[in-house]
Nanobody, 124 residues
Framework: QVQLVESGGGLVQAGGSLRLSCAVSGRAFSVYAMGWFRQAPGKEREFVAGITWIGGRTYYADSVKGRFTISRDNAKNTVYLQMNRLEPEDTAGYYC?????????????????WGQGTQVAVSS
Protein backbone atom coordinates (compact mmCIF):
# COMPACT_ATOMS: atom_id res chain seq x y z
CA GLN A 1 0.00 0.00 0.00
CA VAL A 2 0.99 3.59 -0.60
CA GLN A 3 -0.18 6.47 1.54
CA LEU A 4 -0.34 10.06 0.31
CA VAL A 5 -0.71 13.05 2.62
CA GLU A 6 -1.17 16.56 1.24
CA SER A 7 -0.44 19.79 3.05
CA GLY A 8 0.06 23.47 2.33
CA GLY A 9 -3.40 24.60 1.35
CA GLY A 10 -4.98 27.79 2.65
CA LEU A 11 -6.55 31.14 1.84
CA VAL A 12 -4.63 33.56 -0.35
CA GLN A 13 -5.40 36.72 -2.27
CA ALA A 14 -5.42 36.75 -6.05
CA GLY A 15 -1.90 37.09 -7.37
CA GLY A 16 -0.43 35.31 -4.38
CA SER A 17 1.38 32.00 -4.08
CA LEU A 18 1.09 28.71 -2.24
CA ARG A 19 3.19 25.56 -2.21
CA LEU A 20 1.45 22.23 -1.76
CA SER A 21 3.29 19.14 -0.58
CA CYS A 22 2.44 15.47 -0.97
CA ALA A 23 4.31 13.06 1.28
CA VAL A 24 4.46 9.50 -0.03
CA SER A 25 4.86 6.63 2.43
CA GLY A 26 4.38 2.88 2.49
CA ARG A 27 5.58 0.96 -0.54
CA ALA A 28 6.86 4.17 -2.11
CA PHE A 29 9.32 2.32 -4.34
CA SER A 30 6.34 1.01 -6.29
CA VAL A 31 5.24 4.52 -7.28
CA TYR A 32 6.26 5.61 -10.73
CA ALA A 33 4.22 8.65 -11.70
CA MET A 34 2.52 11.32 -9.60
CA GLY A 35 -0.22 13.77 -10.35
CA TRP A 36 -2.01 16.72 -8.83
CA PHE A 37 -5.72 17.08 -9.47
CA ARG A 38 -8.25 19.62 -8.27
CA GLN A 39 -11.98 19.65 -7.75
CA ALA A 40 -14.10 22.77 -7.37
CA PRO A 41 -17.62 22.58 -5.88
CA GLY A 42 -20.05 21.16 -8.40
CA LYS A 43 -17.33 20.29 -10.89
CA GLU A 44 -15.50 17.13 -11.87
CA ARG A 45 -12.01 16.44 -10.64
CA GLU A 46 -9.49 17.67 -13.21
CA PHE A 47 -5.84 17.12 -13.95
CA VAL A 48 -3.50 19.95 -12.95
CA ALA A 49 0.05 18.64 -13.24
CA GLY A 50 2.04 15.41 -13.27
CA ILE A 51 5.60 14.20 -12.92
CA THR A 52 7.39 10.92 -13.44
CA TRP A 53 9.21 9.63 -10.36
CA ILE A 54 12.26 8.69 -12.42
CA GLY A 55 13.50 11.33 -14.81
CA GLY A 56 11.20 14.03 -13.51
CA ARG A 57 9.33 14.70 -16.75
CA THR A 58 6.56 17.19 -16.12
CA TYR A 59 3.14 17.78 -17.63
CA TYR A 60 0.63 20.59 -17.07
CA ALA A 61 -2.95 21.49 -17.83
CA ASP A 62 -3.18 24.48 -20.15
CA SER A 63 -4.95 26.48 -17.45
CA VAL A 64 -1.92 26.41 -15.14
CA LYS A 65 1.01 26.43 -17.55
CA GLY A 66 3.45 29.18 -16.69
CA ARG A 67 1.95 29.65 -13.21
CA PHE A 68 2.29 26.25 -11.50
CA THR A 69 5.39 24.10 -11.15
CA ILE A 70 5.44 20.46 -10.08
CA SER A 71 8.62 18.97 -8.64
CA ARG A 72 9.71 16.03 -6.55
CA ASP A 73 12.33 15.20 -3.94
CA ASN A 74 13.03 11.49 -4.22
CA ALA A 75 15.09 11.43 -1.04
CA LYS A 76 12.13 12.79 0.94
CA ASN A 77 9.50 10.88 -1.05
CA THR A 78 7.67 14.16 -1.51
CA VAL A 79 6.06 15.88 -4.48
CA TYR A 80 5.42 19.62 -4.54
CA LEU A 81 3.12 21.94 -6.44
CA GLN A 82 4.29 25.53 -6.46
CA MET A 83 1.36 27.75 -7.39
CA ASN A 84 2.07 31.34 -8.39
CA ARG A 85 -0.15 34.14 -9.66
CA LEU A 86 -3.17 32.40 -8.18
CA GLU A 87 -6.60 33.31 -9.50
CA PRO A 88 -10.06 32.92 -7.92
CA GLU A 89 -10.69 30.21 -10.53
CA ASP A 90 -7.96 28.13 -8.87
CA THR A 91 -10.12 27.73 -5.78
CA ALA A 92 -10.64 24.00 -5.25
CA GLY A 93 -9.69 20.96 -3.24
CA TYR A 94 -6.28 19.78 -4.45
CA TYR A 95 -5.53 16.07 -4.47
CA CYS A 96 -2.29 14.17 -4.89
CA UNK A 97 -2.41 10.87 -6.79
CA UNK A 98 0.04 8.09 -7.63
CA UNK A 99 0.10 5.33 -10.21
CA UNK A 100 2.22 2.24 -10.62
CA UNK A 101 3.33 2.95 -14.16
CA UNK A 102 5.98 5.27 -15.52
CA UNK A 103 3.72 7.48 -17.61
CA UNK A 104 1.77 10.44 -16.28
CA UNK A 105 -1.97 10.13 -16.91
CA UNK A 106 -4.54 12.92 -16.99
CA UNK A 107 -7.66 11.00 -15.99
CA UNK A 108 -8.59 10.04 -12.45
CA UNK A 109 -9.35 6.38 -13.14
CA UNK A 110 -5.74 5.75 -14.18
CA UNK A 111 -4.36 6.45 -10.70
CA UNK A 112 -4.05 3.78 -8.03
CA UNK A 113 -3.68 5.86 -4.86
CA TRP A 114 -5.15 9.16 -3.66
CA GLY A 115 -4.60 11.53 -0.78
CA GLN A 116 -7.34 13.14 1.30
CA GLY A 117 -6.85 16.54 -0.32
CA THR A 118 -6.04 20.05 0.84
CA GLN A 119 -8.21 23.09 0.30
CA VAL A 120 -7.07 26.16 -1.63
CA ALA A 121 -9.17 29.32 -1.63
CA VAL A 122 -8.22 32.38 -3.65
CA SER A 123 -10.00 35.63 -2.89
CA SER A 124 -10.44 38.39 -5.44
Amino acid sequence: QVQLVESGGGLVQAGGSLRLSCAVSGRAFSVYAMGWFRQAPGKEREFVAGITWIGGRTYYADSVKGRFTISRDNAKNTVYLQMNRLEPEDTAGYYCAARRTGVVATTTNEYDYWGQGTQVAVSS
